[in-house]
C-alpha cells in the first residue's frame, strides 16, 4: 500500500466530474450516458492506483472485468433485488439497465488510460 497523490488528485477531478454530469449536465443525453461510463472506468482506475501500487495492465483488466460485472448485475436487477429505493444515489450508483453499449464505453475508458499511462512511462 503506498499513496499517491498524482492519482489522487485525479480521482477527486474526475469524481467531481461525474457528480456534475449526475447532476448539471443530466438532461444531455451523450454526456450522461456514455462519457459517465467512460470517465467511471478510469475514475475506479485512478482510485484503485491512489493507495496501491498494481500494474496498470492488471489494474485496467480488472477494472474492465468490475465493470462489466456491475453491468451483468444491473441485467438482473440488482439494485431492486437489494431493495435500494429508487432514485437514491445508491440505486443510481449501482445502477438499473444493462446496456451493451455501456461495456463499450467501459472499453474505451480502459484503452484511454492505457494510451496515458503509456505516455507518462515514455516521458
Given amino acids: 500500500m503506498k499513496?499517491?497523490?498524482y492519482?489522487?488528485?485525479a480521482t477527486i477531478i474526475l469524481f467531481i466530474t461525474e457528480v456534475l454530469i449526475a447532476t448539471v449536465?443530466?438532461?444531455l443525453f451523450f454526456v450522461r450516458a456514455y462519457l459517465g461510463d467512460v470517465l467511471v472506468t478510469i475514475l475506479?482506475?485512478?482510485f484503485v492506483?491512489?493507495?496501491?501500487n498494481i500494474s496498470p495492465g492488471k489494474l485496467l483488466i480488472g477494472v474492465f472485468i468490475f465493470s462489466v460485472l456491475i453491468e451483468v448485475?444491473?441485467?438482473?436487477n440488482i439494485a431492486d433485488l437489494l431493495g435500494l429505493k429508487r432514485g437514491s444515489i445508491a440505486y443510481i450508483v449501482v445502477?438499473?439497465?444493462f446496456s451493451w453499449i455501456d461495456i463499450i464505453c467501459y472499453g474505451a475508458g480502459c484503452l484511454i488510460v492505457f494510451a496515458v499511462e503509456k505516455l507518462r512511462s515514455n516521458t
Fill in 3 to 5: 499513496f499517491n497523490l
Fill in 73 to 76: 448485475l444491473q441485467y438482473f
Fill in 7 to 9: 492519482y489522487f488528485i
Fill in 44 to 46: 475506479i482506475y485512478t
Fill in 49 to 52: 492506483k491512489s493507495f496501491f
Fill in 25 to 27: 449536465f443530466k438532461d
Fill in 95 to 97: 445502477g438499473n439497465s
